[in-house]
């Protein structure tokens, strides 16, 4: 999974109009922690980008995505929010949604 350094790493990131999936976390998070190898586990089965992100160093990111906590994992296609899912994730939710996004991107190409 790819760390987002800055926000303007997150604008180009965002902006090349790939579908995509976003991991929120901040520090001291054991919810985040407890997550994100669970999260990091899908990239080998699906073919999207993964990125993460800790909002405590880029704090910019939380205002601009509207995120009041953590974790959150988002999902992103053509430079927009797909999906969202905030604190507590059912990881068959996530995984049905990534599914759905990757199916509705084949429909569009």
């Known amino acids: 999974m790819e760390k987002v350094n800055s926000y303007e790493m997150w604008l180009t990131v965002v902006n090349q109009q790939k579908p995509l999936l976003l991991f929120v976390k901040t520090d001291h998070c054991s919810v ?3 997550l994100f190898p669970q999260v990091a586990a899908l ?3 699906y073919p999207i980008s993964f990125y993460m ?3 405590a160093r880029v704090p910019e990111i939380s ?6 906590s953590a974790p959150v994992v988002l999902l992103f296609n053509k430079g927009k929010e797909y999906a969202r899912f905030a604190r507590f994730v059912q990881m068959s939710e996530l995984k049905y949604r990534i599914t759905e996004l990757i199916e509705w991107g084949k429909d569009i190409d």
């Not at 205002?63 to 009041?68: D, E, R, W």
């Open 32 to 34: 985040c922690d407890g």
């Open 43 to 45: 990239q080998v089965d």
């Open 53 to 55: 992100v800790n909002i």
């Open 63 to 68: 205002g601009q995505l509207s995120l009041f």
